[in-house]
């Protein structure tokens, strides 16, 4: 385990200057208790933790807009705290802030199509308001019912073939490799980067350029291995492109601490040691198995041999959705593929 350093104050200190309403409502620990964690970032840039996946919220002058959406039934918790949030940002910005609307939501940006992802998308896009402009119908810069959900393409086609409602698909897709926001939002420049083939085949990275902030959805988690759904174009190499990726775009502050914060699809906030450690985690584990392959191993004799015994302490499982033997299996399957 890392050593903790002065730096994770600042998330812990800023929590607690939050109103005494806020800890009623919200509590100190999001994950477990089934309430919602406010957790400053850096900025304007917060995470709400305890709503399946984290959630990376933007909120200030422009609106508000979510990175993922959390699970369906904690669309209402989720809702509560951005306006709990959006009361407390607005009271810094305006004298007047009981006068002062709060601003609506106005984007959704998806990482992958899981439903601790995209579940929330329905409820929580139907609240907000998405910018328009040119000829439509009333006074330039209106906005239409409703916040716009910005995702890459495959994951639309992901949540449609699962029968997704059509009020919680993507509303804006992007093919390529990289979707902006044509302008600054809350003050600084906003891209969605897709990562190819990693836990699916829909896979972005948010980045926020103005506070240095990365949310990396289920490519980069510190509670578990990484998730690789083989069956919608998940694969082991796709997912430590997305590692590297990452590691190409932080800068840390000082010796790999502090820096560029990276907000993972589950667990704490972390930094550049953080996902350095977790890429090199991954890609061993790959190279072991990818050797135990060139043996004429089978996968029941490399599970045996169990190639991810360093971090099982840390990230293993035996029970649950994802297990070590499913993620095992899947870099095994996801290699063999290649052969």
């Not at 840039?45 to 609106?63: E, K």
């Not at 809702?79 to 006068?99: D, G, P, R, S």
């Not at 990484?226 to 430590?240: F, K, T, Y």
Request: with cysteine.
């Amino acid at each position: 385990m890392k050593k903790t350093s002065n730096r994770w104050l600042f998330p812990a200190v800023a929590l607690l200057a939050l109103t005494a309403s806020t800890q009623g409502l919200f509590g100190q620990n999001g994950s477990s208790d089934g309430q919602i964690e406010i957790v400053p970032v850096r900025g304007n840039i917060y995470m709400l933790a305890g709503a399946g996946a984290n959630i990376t919220v933007s909120v200030g002058p422009d609106g508000v807009l979510l990175v993922d959406a959390g699970r369906a039934e904690m669309s209402d918790k989720v809702l509560a705290a951005i306006k709990q949030l959006n009361h407390e940002v607005n009271t810094k910005l305006h004298a007047q802030a009981a006068t002062t609307p709060p601003k609506p939501i106005r984007y959704i940006a998806n990482t992958n199509p899981f439903p601790d992802h995209t579940g929330g998308n329905e409820k929580i896009a139907a609240t907000g308001k998405t910018f328009t402009g040119g000829n439509v119908i009333g006074d330039l810069g209106d906005a239409t019912e409703g916040a716009a959900i910005l995702s890459h393409e495959n994951l639309l086609h992901r949540l449609s073939d699962a029968k997704v409602a059509t009020a919680g698909l993507p509303t804006e897709t992007f093919f390529g490799s990289v979707m902006k926001l044509s302008h600054f939002f809350n003050n600084e420049g906003v891209e969605l980067i897709h990562v190819p083939n990693a836990v699916t085949d829909g896979d972005s990275i948010v980045y926020f350029r103005g506070a240095d902030v990365i949310s990396a959805g289920d490519i980069f988690t510190m509670e578990s291995y990484p998730v690789i759904d083989l069956a919608r174009g998940g694969s082991v190499q796709g997912v430590l492109a997305g590692l590297n990726r990452m590691l190409d775009m932080v800068i840390a502050e000082f010796r790999s601490e502090g820096g560029t914060f990276v907000v993972p699809g589950h667990g704490r906030i972390c930094d550049t040691a953080d996902l350095a450690y977790y890429r090199d985690m991954v890609t061993i584990v790959r190279d072991r198995v990818q050797n135990m392959i060139k043996k004429d191993m089978t996968l029941a004799q490399i599970k045996a041999a169990k190639p991810t015994e360093d971090w099982d302490p840390r990230f293993g499982k035996t029970t649950g959705a994802w297990t070590t033997d499913m993620f095992v299996e899947a870099v095994y399957r996801s290699l063999i593929g290649k052969k």
